[in-house]
């Protein structure tokens, strides 16, 4: 089928490789020039495993991109994939969308038949409220009959995008009308007919609702066993040993229970926010969601009380290893380190940071602190390190410990070796 894909930030670009991949024919669209130029010259905009591979080896066949609306008229569906950036209340701002929306009608206007697919992450009622209208007006087409419309949320991970793209655990199909869900399960057929997976189908709202109980699911799961383990800790039991107990319940599962200093990133923070936003906007307290959210605070806080067990803060050199909200990615959205560096600024630390590719994001949001080349250098003379974020390499750090002032270490992500020599400090362990 002929595909386009409004949007080629994160879900757009790794959306559009993989169709093209999968034998459709996809234009990928974007108001950015330097985003499409690096489209259409064989790469992405962003840092994603294997997903370079997949823009290169379709590109200038089954792949293009253009800042030209217009071409969307050529395509028979689109997948929107457009921002839906978090208000300061948590509630998601529509704006964006709903301008793409309709520009996506304007371009369609005059054709019989087009069928328009959220990908964006939005609250309940979305499609039905602001999409569909927008389109419906711009184009003269009629909801549900030349205008179809679907839901399908992404469930892709940074770091491994591509590979949950090609090999998710199940395919939501949000529609209201037989032509749409037809549609729909026709661009899907390339993939759920090679690979293992679910297929769910169901209604608009249904959709849009599974993507934020997924992540609030998940980013609930962490803050439960974050909590757990500042009890274990307390007790001086190992959190990790529990986790590993309990995950072999197969209804509670071993995944997600790697307790620390909590999540980040683009997704868990922003959707849990609007999903408590959405709850607050039918009159009913989301308790559950909030305390969530309460914990994942609190995790960075009881990191700076564990060092301040073993070091006055006030003028320390502190090391802050990693950056990035998780290994795997220079994104720095929510990362744990942000309040942790805040904490240690507020305290009157002299705060040195490392990661090995998220520095220059960090910059931005502190451009005052220093930043080491690697972990040796932040450690070097430092007074007490914090880990707040699992690489790798944080896993082979020994001798480096050797030429710390004082070798305090708070690991909030389960990572480092103890040695002999080392103050160690888990964060729930
Ligand atoms: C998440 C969802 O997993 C994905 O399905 C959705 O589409 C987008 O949001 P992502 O943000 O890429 O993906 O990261 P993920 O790997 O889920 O980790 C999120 C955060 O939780 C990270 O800060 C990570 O360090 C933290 N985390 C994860 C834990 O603290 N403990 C865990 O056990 C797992």
């Not at 003269?140 to 679907?150: D, I, N, P, S």
């Not at 757990?228 to 800790?233: A, M, P, R, S």
């Not at 307790?259 to 980040?264: H, K, L, M, R």
Request: charge should be negative; include cysteine; hydrophobic fraction near 45%.
């Amino acid at each position: 089928m002929k595909l386009s894909v409004l949007g080629s930030g994160y879900v757009g670009t790794t959306v559009a490789a993989c169709f093209a991949d999968l034998g459709h024919d996809v234009t990928a669209v974007d108001i950015d020039e330097d985003t499409v130029a690096a489209l259409n010259d064989g790469h992405a905009a962003i840092h994603e495993p294997g997903l370079d591979d997949r823009i290169a080896a379709n590109v200038g066949d089954r792949l293009r991109a253009t800042t030209d609306y217009d071409a969307i008229a050529e395509t028979d569906a689109t997948f929107v994939a457009l921002p839906t950036p978090s208000m300061e209340d948590g509630t998601i701002d529509t704006s964006i969308l709903e301008a793409g929306a309709e520009a996506l009608g304007e371009a369609i206007a005059g054709k019989d038949e087009h069928l328009v697919v959220v990908k964006s992450t939005v609250v309940p009622k979305t499609t039905e409220t602001v999409v569909a209208p927008a389109v419906a007006d711009a184009s003269g087409l009629t909801v549900g009959e030349g205008l179809q419309v679907g839901v399908n949320p992404e469930f892709l991970r940074e770091g491994s995008a591509v590979d949950d793209f090609m090999r998710p655990d199940k395919v939501v199909l949000g529609s209201e009308t037989a032509r749409a869900a037809a549609l729909l399960r026709e661009i899907y057929a390339p993939l759920t007919s090679q690979v293992d997976t679910h297929v769910v189908e169901t209604g608009l709202r249904e959709a849009e609702i599974i993507k934020y109980a997924n992540n609030a699911f998940l980013a609930t799961k962490i803050s439960l066993m974050n909590e757990i383990g500042n009890i274990c800790k307390e007790y001086d039991v190992d959190a990790y040993e529990v986790a590993e107990a309990i995950g072999l319940d197969h209804r509670i599962g071993s995944s997600f229970l790697a307790s620390g200093v909590g999540w980040g990133g683009s997704c868990f923070p922003k959707d849990v926010a609007a999903l408590i936003a959405a709850a607050r906007e039918v009159g009913y307290e989301p308790s559950l969601l909030e305390a969530a959210v309460e914990v994942n605070e609190k995790q960075p806080r009881r990191m700076l009380g564990l060092l301040e067990r073993h070091v006055d803060v006030e003028g320390a050199r502190v090391a802050v290893l990693g950056l990035a909200f998780k290994p795997g990615t220079d994104d720095v959205r929510e990362s744990r380190a942000i309040p942790v560096i805040r904490g240690l600024l507020e305290r009157g630390a002299t705060v040195v940071g490392y990661d090995p590719i998220a520095t220059e994001r960090m910059k931005r949001h502190f451009p005052d602190i220093e930043y080491a080349a690697s972990a040796a250098d932040a450690l070097d003379g430092a007074d007490a390190a914090l880990v707040t974020t699992d690489w790798e390499e944080f896993a082979d750090l020994d001798a480096e410990f050797d030429a710390m002032a004082t070798p305090v270490v708070v690991d909030g992500r389960h990572i480092v070796e103890r040695r002999d020599g080392l103050v160690y400090e888990g964060l729930t362990w």
